[in-house]
T-cell receptor, first 111, second 115 residues
Framework: KQEVTQIPAALSVPEGENLVLNCSFTDSAIYNLQWFRQDPGKGLTSLLL?????REQTSGRLNASLDKSSGRSTLYIAASQPGDSATYLC??????????FGTGTRLTIIP | DADVTQTPRNRITKTGKRIMLECSQT?????MYWYRQDPGLGLRLIYYSFDVKDINKGEISDGYSVSRQAQAKFSLSLESAIPNQTALYFC??????????????FGPGTRLTVL
């Protein structure tokens, strides 16, 4: 059974710093990995999706990497802003249609 | 307008009541999903549907049922609500296998409280 872990559960950093969020998974036979952002009272917003054959994806200040063999992904956020404060979730998709989610990292950017 | 909408956004009900949560999408996607989110447990899949005639159980389907009324509509029912079904419920959609790598898009969620 796939298990997805995100450590730390919470992170606070001063505005302007670069930061890395971590995601690890136990079964490397994945189809893709997706990073989401969740704001209080709102749904999940898809940030980046990495196919199993890809090593990284970039969107603006966000860069996600994938090392399938070691079961790890990172989400790099450059020049953090207060508006980046949210909970970040990663999810992996196996050969079926199911996404397995981590429990998230709650990020706070301190102005 | 939002691509994936859920109604109601908040609902408080009593134990034993039947309730329905509704999801509609304008993305033209064939695939729809229902998840629940509990603190410390992440999101877990309840049911999913690949098209109108295809319904599949997820990992925690007991106590729930679904109806896919049309390509754009997917409803989740709790036949007899119980307090441990208090959670945040999300609907999601995705395109066919070869469409945008099957990326999933989520609705805003329904916060359900069962007293």
């Amino acid at each position: 059974k796939q298990e997805v872990t995100q450590i730390p559960a919470a992170l606070s950093v001063p505005e302007g710093e670069n930061l890395v969020l971590n995601c690890s998974f136990t079964d490397s036979a994945i189809y893709n990995l997706q990073w989401f952002r969740q704001d209080p009272g709102k749904g999940l917003t898809s940030l980046l999706l990495i196919q199993s054959s890809q090593r990284e994806q970039t969107s603006g200040r966000l860069n996600a990497s994938l090392d399938k063999s070691s079961g790890r992904s990172t989400l790099y956020i450059a020049a953090s802003q207060p508006g980046d404060s949210a909970t970040y979730l990663c999810a992996v998709r196996g050969g079926n249609e199911k996404l397995t989610f981590g429990t998230g990292t709650r990020l706070t950017i301190i102005p | 307008d939002a691509d994936v909408t859920q109604t109601p956004r908040n609902r408080i009900t009593k134990t034993g009541k039947r309730i329905m949560l509704e999801c509609s999408q304008t993305k033209g996607h064939d695939r729809m999903y229902w998840y629940r989110q509990d603190p410390g447990l992440g999101l877990r899949l309840i049911y999913y549907s690949f098209d109108v005639k295809d319904i599949n159980k997820g990992e925690i389907s007991d106590g729930y049922s679904v109806s896919r009324q049309a390509q754009a509509k997917f409803s989740l029912s709790l036949e007899s609500a119980i307090p441990n079904q208090t959670a945040l419920y999300f609907c999601a959609t995705s395109g066919a296998e070869t469409t945008a790598y099957n990326e999933q898009f989520f609705g805003p969620g329904t916060r359900l409280t069962v007293l």
